[in-house]
């Protein structure tokens, strides 16, 4: 059975940095095509995608937030991260994060996602 | 960036009515291996986003065989076929082809009459 869950620091200040934890089970992150996303949800809006990180370590970010991504995995653990540096209140968002299983299998299961709210 | 246009932004549908969603992009999703990456996810109310549709028309793991996906290149249509009363919520396209970004439709909200 495939889980992920998602944690945060729930709120946190304008140009703090966040750093959001993905923790998973049912499913390795060393296993070829295996990896996470993290995509973001803004209240009443659409969803935007973050950041991939894939078994072989390969990352991919969206251009629009590059500079302010790390995403990064702890293996032996079972767990996905992600840093945002200097958020502001465009940042307030549910964070989600979801299994990639090959392109057959792109965010095929999520975490119930996690609120952060970011307010000074 | 792909921008994809999801129409109609709501839908209103009696249980058991036929429904099509449509998603279009503003350029080919066809990449040069001849694969297109068009997702469709289904968030229903107060809940995570769950993979309905893979490559186009692939049925997600356990999903109803009521929901069908088709189209090619810039077209691509979501179809209910005798909508029922738990498939209520947001429906998102995304496109992986032109990556990175991955990006999403704007959404289409069902709403059962």
């Known amino acids: 059975q495939v889980t992920l869950k998602e944690s945060g620091p729930g709120i946190l200040q304008p140009s703090q940095t966040l750093s959001l934890t993905c923790t998973f089970s049912g499913f390795s992150l060393s296993t070829y095509g295996m990896g996470v996303g993290w995509i973001r949800q803004p209240s009443g809006k659409g969803l935007e995608w973050l950041a991939n990180?894939?078994?072989?370590?390969?990352?991919y970010y969206n251009p629009s937030l590059k500079n302010r991504l790390t995403i990064s995995k702890d293996t032996s653990n079972n767990q996905a991260f992600l840093k945002i540096t200097n958020v502001d209140t465009a940042d307030t968002a549910t964070y989600y994060c979801a299994r990639i299983a090959g392109y057959g299998g792109l965010f095929a299961y999520w975490g119930q996602g996690t609120l952060v709210t970011v307010s000074s | 960036d792909v921008v994809l246009t999801q129409t109609p932004s709501t839908l209103s549908a009696t249980i058991g009515q036929s429904v099509s969603i449509s998603c279009r992009s503003s350029q080919s999703l066809l990449d040069s291996a001849g694969n297109t990456y068009l997702y469709w996810y289904l968030q229903r109310p107060g809940q995570s986003p769950q993979l309905l549709i893979y490559?186009?028309?692939n049925l997600g793991s356990g999903v109803p065989n009521r929901f069908s996906g088709s189209g090619s290149g810039t077209d691509f249509t979501l179809k209910i076929s005798g909508v029922e009363a738990e498939d209520l919520g947001v429906y998102y396209c995304m496109q992986a082809t032109h990556a990175p970004p991955l990006t999403f439709g704007s959404g289409t909200k069902l709403e059962i009459k």
């Open positions: 490559l186009v028309s």
């Open positions: 990180i894939w078994w072989d370590d390969d990352k």
